[in-house]
């Protein structure tokens, strides 16, 4: 018998929810993320993205629901797999008295890596490393440190990178250069990558579908081109703001 | 891609020690503080020492055992300080959620903390030990055998007490980081550092008896003052901590559980 299974989804979210006491963070999310995308997941402050990230981490425990990374339940089984996923955001800091060289062999090593001098020079060179490879990590730059920060989430070529604000803070051509290391490694690897973002104009140059919440719900879920058709839009920014007002997608067109 | 992830790896212990051990090497002042209180203490009970002995009776024979005292103390002090050092670091660069969500797991992140805790310890106490024979002529290493006894229940119990400090401070953030430095002088009094059980009130007798340290320093009171080894309250103490960081042990992973419950992992070092 010749049965074709299907892989599960890279990342899959069933009626996930987080209360905190009275409080609703998370109000029963579901979607799944086949593997090789780029999600984006959009909304104001306070609409449950980063305790979604979380939840996908095995940080913070769902109050109901479950969450699995390829195929294993991140509550029961997370240590099956978090050596293949990775995180970075510019709110987790590394040691700073540490050198990036030590910080990435240290990460390097915990994560398994075989031969981690060679993958430090390689991401080195990748990511433009090499002239404060030995320079201790608190004394670098926004975008240095923004840099080590990816190396440290590429050290063991994950197949599912999660990104909370990845490019924050950073000039318009730092950011411009991540975004573009994001691509190749995605193109090369097939990763999988979720990425919470305020900035629109890099959700819809990186993602091939935006999840937006509003007050813990999903209130749309589409790839970028469809939403902005659907919102009859320009930009995401302008679908983000009608979002954050209350007009969803549905309404629009219902109204025109 | 790294295709698997054993449930237990020294690699990943060794990679939280280097991890430390960079740390350490990289701060003087890191280096200094190790071992700058237990000279101080040194200095200050070796004087008192000296004093007491060129007076007679009772006092004399108890100012013997005051020097073997702050040592051992130092050693149950310290290393519960180094255990809770290396977690409050983690807190301190915000880096934990790093460390939580890569493979490495619990019981490694606890066995690298005790590692560091015996380095920190080694560092701060060892060479506090020789300077107490050269200036007072006090050899704790003379104790023999018996050090080995007294340093295994002693560090054994600073991990079970830096355990559960590091469970308090994973669940309510940094404003528990001031117990780490304040909850073993509730040891202080009770476990007897400095005068025999007997001092105490007999009500408080049987608490201060549940806590394996006070066996350790009766035992080095036998020892120094009546030169007697007693087995038995080695095992006596060796029986309480194994109780006591298996509760220790239930008490970490059942706080970092409330953390994850309570979202305060993604809130670290804030």
Redesign the interface.
């Known amino acids: 018998m010749n049965v074709n299974v299907p892989p599960p989804p890279a990342i899959e979210a069933d009626r996930l929810t987080?209360r905190?006491g009275e409080a609703v963070?998370v109000d029963g999310i579901s979607f799944a993320l086949p593997a090789g995308t780029v999600t984006g997941l959009l909304g104001g402050n306070g609409a449950g993205k980063?305790?979604t990230i979380?939840m996908i981490?095995?940080?913070?425990?769902p109050t109901s629901g479950r969450v699995s990374v390829l195929g294993h339940d991140m509550a029961r089984d997370a240590?099956?797999v978090?050596?293949?996923?990775?995180?970075e955001?510019p709110?987790?800091?590394?040691?700073?008295?540490?050198?990036v060289r030590?910080n990435l062999?240290?990460?390097g090593?915990?994560?398994?890596?075989r031969n981690v001098s060679e993958r430090i020079a390689l991401l080195a060179a990748d990511l433009d490393l090499k002239d404060f490879i030995d320079r201790?990590s608190g004394k670098l730059s926004a975008g240095q440190k923004t840099r080590v920060a990816l190396a440290?989430a590429l050290i063991?070529?994950?197949?599912v990178l999660i990104l909370d604000e990845p490019t924050a803070s950073l000039d318009p051509d730092t950011a411009d250069w991540i975004r573009g290391h994001l691509e190749r490694y995605r193109a090369k690897?097939n990763a999988t990558i979720l990425l919470a973002s305020h900035n629109m104009a890099e959700v819809e140059r990186l993602c091939d579908r935006v999840i937006m919440m509003k007050r813990g719900k999903i209130v749309d879920d589409d790839a970028p081109a469809k939403l902005l058709a659907r919102y009859g839009r320009r930009n995401l920014e302008e679908v983000f703001l009608d979002v954050a007002r209350g007009r969803s997608g549905a309404e629009k067109e219902a109204a025109e | 891609m790294i295709a698997t992830s054993p449930s237990f790896s020294f690699a990943r212990i060794f990679a939280m020690v280097m991890r430390h051990w960079y740390l350490l090497r990289s701060s003087w002042p890191r280096l200094l503080e190790l071992i700058y209180w237990p000279l101080v203490q040194m200095v200050m009970w070796g004087f008192l020492q000296s004093f007491m002995a060129k007076q007679t009776g009772a006092l004399a024979m108890a100012a013997g055992t005051f020097l073997a005292a702050v040592l051992l103390w130092d050693i149950l002090f310290r290393g519960q300080l180094g255990f809770s050092f290396s977690f409050l670091e983690e807190m301190w660069s915000r880096n934990l959620a790093n460390l939580m969500i890569s493979p490495l797991r619990p019981v490694e992140f606890v066995l690298s903390m005790i590692a560091m805790s015996v380095i920190r310890l080694i560092i701060g106490v060892v060479p506090v030990t020789f300077l107490a024979m050269y200036f007072f002529g006090f050899n704790l290493w003379g104790l023999g055998i018996a050090l080995g006894a007294f340093f295994a229940n002693l560090l054994l119990t600073s991990w079970a007490i830096g355990l559960i400090c590091a469970g308090l401070v994973l669940r309510n953030g940094m404003g528990a980081e001031g117990l780490t430095w304040s909850i073993m002088f509730l040891f202080l009094p009770l476990t007897c550092v400095y005068y025999p059980v007997a001092t105490l009130p007999v009500w408080l007798q049987p608490v201060s008896w549940m806590l394996p340290p006070t066996a350790v320093f009766e035992g080095m009171r036998s020892l120094v003052l009546e030169n007697t080894f007693r087995a038995d309250l080695m095992l006596w103490s060796f029986g309480l901590n194994v109780i006591w960081i298996a509760l220790a042990g239930w008490a970490f992973m059942r706080l970092m559980q409330s953390s994850k419950r309570a979202g305060s992992l993604l809130s670290v070092g804030e």
């Open positions: 987080k905190y963070a980063t305790t979380g981490m095995s940080l913070v425990a240590y099956r978090l050596h293949r996923m990775n995180f955001s709110y987790v800091d590394l040691p700073h008295r540490l050198t030590q062999s240290v990460f090593r915990l994560y398994g890596v201790a440290k063991n070529e994950p197949d690897h």
